[in-house]
């Protein structure tokens, strides 16, 4: 059974940094895609940075910058340093994987607030 396990997220006032891991277990494919989504309380899911295989990156808008996605393939990790945080960064960050065939799996989320 394929797990992801997130770590990191807390409380840190404007202007602060975090970082979120993601460690992938039980899958016997690597995985094509790892990255991370968010989602705000009345908000859709929306993607935050996301990282191929071959370490191509992705990122909202929102967060170029300020936000930096790395992985390690051989260990199935990702992870998330977000810097210079705004209060509109404050969500639940989930971790993202998928494989070759498309298959999506999904952790349990992590709260990440930003106090004004």
């Known amino acids: 059974q394929v797990q992801l396990v997130e770590s990191g997220g807390g409380l840190v006032q404007a202007g602060g940094s975090l970082s979120l891991s993601c460690a992938a277990s039980?899958?016997?494919?690597?995985?094509?895609?790892m990255g991370w989504y968010r989602q705000a309380p009345g908000k859709r899911r929306e993607l935050v940075a996301s990282?191929?295989?071959?370490?191509?990156?992705t990122y909202a808008d929102s967060v170029k910058g300020r936000f930096t996605i790395s992985r390690n393939n051989g260990k199935n990790t990702v992870d998330l340093q977000m810097n210079s945080l705004k209060p509109e960064d404050t969500s639940i960050y989930y971790c993202?994987?998928?494989?070759?065939?498309?298959?999506?799996?999904w952790g349990q989320g992590t709260q990440v607030t930003v106090s004004s």
């Open positions: 993202n994987a998928y494989n070759m065939y498309l298959i999506q799996y």
């Open positions: 990282i191929n295989s071959t370490g191509t990156t």
């Open positions: 039980g899958s016997r494919l690597s995985f094509n895609v």
